[in-house]
């Protein structure tokens, strides 16, 4: 029996036509809960509910004690680069690192130990089994090494603060934290991705993603009284609040089996009773207030990460919490786990809408495109989806703009194909990883992400801008500030004193020994800022 092409088009017809009529339902029904949440936005934009703090108000609040806790797994190439970084750039100084890691990880421990010498407030903590196993896992193994170290100390730690191995920490981030812990008991700074090159597309899926989450999407979480997950990093927490935690469940401050504790934490805290905060995005200078990072920048790493997070968020978190909790919590639920049904459903929108448009344009008139193939009320959804999809495409492209800037963000359409793509694969293999664990009886692996800390060229072209320099405005005997053969040692410029802090230039990272060799001659504060080389030999030049 021969088959025309007629037979194949008609059958296609059918079978869009009919496909049609659930998919702008679904599309409908998704669009209104996003509607919802950029008006719950622009209320709290419109009232400024939370304006932003001042630098004086941080300046007045008394540093408290804070723990900075990061996991490590094969982090030795990253993790001397980061401690060196922060501890020049971050304006607070009462503050340790706890850097913990397995024993079978030798290398790692090496590089650990190596800063323990070289910084005071570095301090190694290991786990006291091989790994790897879970972030959540080491943490709890460097929250016990550090109750350790408070008691051989005789000290106590007010704030506890998660980062990760390849995190740029905002200079005034723990300012934020220790501010706002006066009233919160959970505070989540903002997180985004340093920015990359137009053509980075799988990078740029992040910092379009992150931009109008941490821009939109968290805020108006909290101002319809939603619980803030946690973002992994950049998180601090009260220490009231931790042991409250500690003593709920045998004293595991994180669920050691879940593959996104900072989501589940965000949650149990919830349940608590805690208030949680995020910090809105404010800017300082040109650039956000925010922890950067380079998230993962190929198909590959990004695909790994993010069936983590559908796993972890959608799937392992149904399991363990159901949608108990009443309605507003089973709304925020289906917020987070949506993206299971709604990721693939996408990506066969649009297989659907390529096939109707190549059709047509090929002299095809789809049935779909004939009012009787579709029923009245899906015509009348029609509009109203495609109005649902331009908005929240304007909304990313004006969060994005906001971040990186209009160039950046006119690429916000391209990589939204780009991002259906890899979400919808990420989906299909977490339903597959999910399913085949407990199928299997097995646990769920956790997949760890590989970090790279930003190299120099790449720091200071994501940075570019962060705190510019105004060569004119720099008084004259600024330079007096250090002796000359301190500047010539490390190769650096002082170039304003304000608010306590001495601020310095320098083209390349500070090297170890930088800060007790500083600090022998000047009780302020140091603040390092990265010039790429040009500008370092201007402003020297200038200055002399």
């Given at each position: 029996m021969e088959i025309r092409l007629e037979d194949y088009l008609r059958f296609l017809d059918n079978f869009t036509a009919f496909c049609v009529v659930p998919l702008v339902v679904w599309i409908f029904v998704s669009g209104l809960d996003d509607l919802l949440i950029a008006l719950a936005f622009l209320y709290s934009w419109l009232r400024k509910l939370r304006p932003p703090v001042t630098d004086s108000q941080l300046r007045s609040e008394p540093e408290k004690r804070i723990a900075i806790l990061v996991a490590l797994w094969q982090e030795h190439e990253v993790i001397g680069s980061m401690i060196r970084h922060n501890a020049a750039s971050l304006e607070y100084s009462n503050y340790d690192f706890f850097l913990c890691?397995?024993?079978?990880?030798?290398?790692?421990v090496a590089a650990v130990a190596e800063l323990e010498d070289s910084f005071p407030n570095v301090h190694l903590?290991?786990?006291?089994?091989?790994?790897?196993?879970?972030?959540?896992?080491?943490?709890n193994w460097v929250y016990q090494n550090l109750l350790l170290f408070e008691q051989q100390r005789q000290v106590r730690f007010e704030i506890l603060v998660i980062h990760d191995a390849e995190d740029v920490i905002h200079p005034a981030a723990l300012k934020l934290?220790?501010?706002?812990?006066?009233?919160?008991?959970?505070?989540?700074?903002?997180v985004l991705p340093l920015r990359t090159s137009l053509f980075d597309l799988t990078h740029g899926v992040y910092c379009d993603e992150f931009a109008e989450y941490?821009?939109?999407?968290?805020?108006?979480?909290?101002?319809?009284?939603?619980?803030?997950p946690s973002n992994g990093v950049g998180a601090g927490f009260r220490r009231d609040t931790i042991e409250k935690l500690a003593s709920c469940s045998s004293n595991r401050v994180f669920e050691p089996e879940c593959l996104t504790e900072d989501y589940e934490i965000g949650l149990r805290l919830h349940e608590l009773g805690c208030r949680q905060l995020f910090v809105p995005v404010q800017f300082q200078g040109p650039e956000p207030m925010a922890t950067r990072e380079f998230f993962p920048r190929t198909f590959r790493s990004a695909l790994q990460q993010r069936t983590r997070w559908i796993t972890g968020i959608a799937l392992q978190s149904w399991e363990r919490h159901g949608w108990r909790g009443g309605v507003r919590r089973a709304f925020w639920f289906w917020r987070d786990r949506k993206g299971v049904?709604?990721?693939p459903l996408s990506a066969f929108a649009n297989l659907l809408l390529l096939y109707v448009l190549l059709t047509w344009a090929a002299g095809h008139t789809p049935a779909v495109l004939r009012s009787e193939a579709i029923p009245p009320f899906a015509m009348l959804l029609l509009p109203c989806t495609l109005f649902f999809q331009i908005f929240q495409l304007v909304f990313r492209t004006v969060c994005a703009t906001r971040i990186y800037g209009p160039a950046f963000a006119a690429g916000v359409l391209v990589r939204s194909t780009w991002a259906n793509v890899i979400n919808s694969i990420a989906t299909v293999l977490a339903l597959h990883r999910y399913m085949r664990a407990k199928w299997r009886r097995e646990p769920l692996r956790w997949l760890k992400t590989e970090h790279t800390y930003p190299s120099l060229a790449s720091l200071t072209q994501a940075l570019a801008g962060f705190m510019p320099i105004d060569i004119d405005e720099v008084p004259a005997g600024v330079l007096?500030?250090?002796?000359?053969?301190?500047?010539?040692?490390?190769?650096?410029l002082p170039f304003k004193v304000a608010a306590g802090s001495l601020h310095l230039a320098g083209p390349h990272p500070p090297p170890e020994g930088f800060q007790a060799d500083i600090r022998r001659f000047t009780n302020l504060r140091i603040r390092f800022h990265l010039v790429d080389e040009f500008d370092f030999e201007e402003l020297k030049q200038r200055l002399g």
């Open positions: 890691t397995y024993p079978n990880d030798e290398e790692t903590a290991i786990c006291p089994h091989d790994g790897p196993t879970s972030k959540s896992d080491c943490l934290i220790n501010y706002y812990s006066r009233e919160w008991e959970m505070i989540q700074v903002p941490q821009i939109k999407d968290i805020p108006a979480r909290q101002t319809l009284g939603g619980f803030i049904v709604g990721n007096r500030a250090l002796p000359a053969h301190l500047v010539e040692k490390w190769h650096i």
